[in-house]
C-alpha cells in the first residue's frame, strides 16, 4: 500500500455516493477537484482546474467572485469562516463591506436523489443603509482530467469546454464516447462566457436586488437574508445536454 502525504492545504471535504468533492479551498470557497465513480471504467474519473490541484496553487475548476457597485472582490480578499452542518456539509460566512455572505456547497444524497450532482448556493444580507447592485459570477477552467484505481493516470485527449442547448456549461474530453462529462448551470437567468478551456457564469441581481430591498426594505441593518444565486454541478456518464 502506497501512503500518500497529508496535503499542504486544509481542504474543505464534502460529497455523496456517487461523487466527491475533496478540494474545497478554506481561503477563497474554490472547488479544485470533483471525483465520481464509474462503474463501466471500475474506477474514479476526476476533474480537476490543474495537475497539481492537491497543491491549491493553481487554476480552480469553479471560484465564486461578486461585484459589488462595479467593483470586483475575491473572497481570498476576507476572512472566512467555516462551518460544517449536520458533520457533512461546509457552510461559510464572510463579511465584504455591509454585506454578509453565506455559502453552502453540498451533494445531496438518499432514495430520491437520484441526480449524481452538487449544488453551490450563496445568500447575501445587506447590513448597511444604503441599496447595493450584486453580480456573481462562477469562474473556473478544466486543465487536467484522470482515472484513478490506486494511482492516478491522466486522459490523452484534450480537454473541452463547451456550452449545451439549455446553456449549461459542460466540461468533457475530446474524444468520443466520452466516460463522464460534467454541467454546470445556474438556477435561474445568467450569462455564460467560453474561452478555450475557461468558463464564466454571471448572474446579475441588480434590479432584482434593488426591488427586494425597497418593497422589503432590506435596506435597512439587520436587514433579511435575500438568497439569490445558485449553481448545480451535474455528473454523468456520456452526459448529453
Not at 481570498?76 to 453552502?104: H, K, N, Q, Y
Request: glycine share 8%; aromatic share 6%; hydrophobic share 45%.
Amino acid at each position: 500500500m502506497t501512503l500518500l502525504p497529508l496535503p499542504t492545504v486544509p481542504w474543505q471535504i464534502t460529497g455523496n455516493h456517487w461523487l466527491a468533492l475533496p478540494c474545497i479551498h478554506p481561503a477563497d470557497a474554490s472547488i479544485h477537484a470533483i471525483g465520481m465513480l464509474h462503474r463501466a471504467a471500475r474506477s474514479a474519473i476526476e476533474y480537476a482546474g490543474a495537475a497539481d490541484f492537491l497543491a491549491g496553487t493553481g487554476p480552480a475548476l469553479a471560484r465564486p467572485s461578486l461585484e459589488i457597485n462595479g467593483v470586483r472582490h475575491e473572497l481570498s480578499d476576507v476572512p472566512i469562516a467555516w462551518e460544517r452542518a449536520l458533520g457533512w456539509i461546509p457552510t461559510f460566512t464572510c463579511s465584504i463591506g455591509d454585506l454578509v455572505l453565506r455559502g453552502t456547497i453540498f451533494a445531496p444524497y438518499g432514495r430520491d436523489a437520484d441526480v449524481s450532482g452538487a449544488v453551490y448556493a450563496l445568500s447575501l444580507e445587506n447590513r448597511g443603509s444604503l441599496a447595493v447592485s450584486v453580480d456573481v459570477t462562477l469562474a473556473g477552467a478544466l486543465g487536467h482530467r484522470q482515472l484513478r484505481v490506486r494511482t492516478p493516470r491522466r486522459f490523452d485527449d484534450s480537454a473541452v469546454v463547451g456550452v449545451g442547448a439549455s446553456g449549461a456549461v459542460l466540461l468533457e474530453g475530446s474524444s468520443p464516447p466520452g466516460l463522464a462529462s460534467v454541467a454546470l448551470i445556474a438556477d435561474a437567468d445568467s450569462t455564460t462566457e467560453v474561452d478555450a478551456n475557461r468558463y464564466a457564469i454571471k448572474r446579475s441581481v441588480t434590479g432584482r436586488i434593488a426591488a427586494l430591498i425597497s418593497s422589503a426594505r432590506c435596506a435597512q441593518p439587520g436587514a433579511a437574508i435575500v438568497q439569490f444565486s445558485r449553481w448545480v454541478l451535474r455528473t454523468r456518464s456520456a452526459f448529453t445536454d
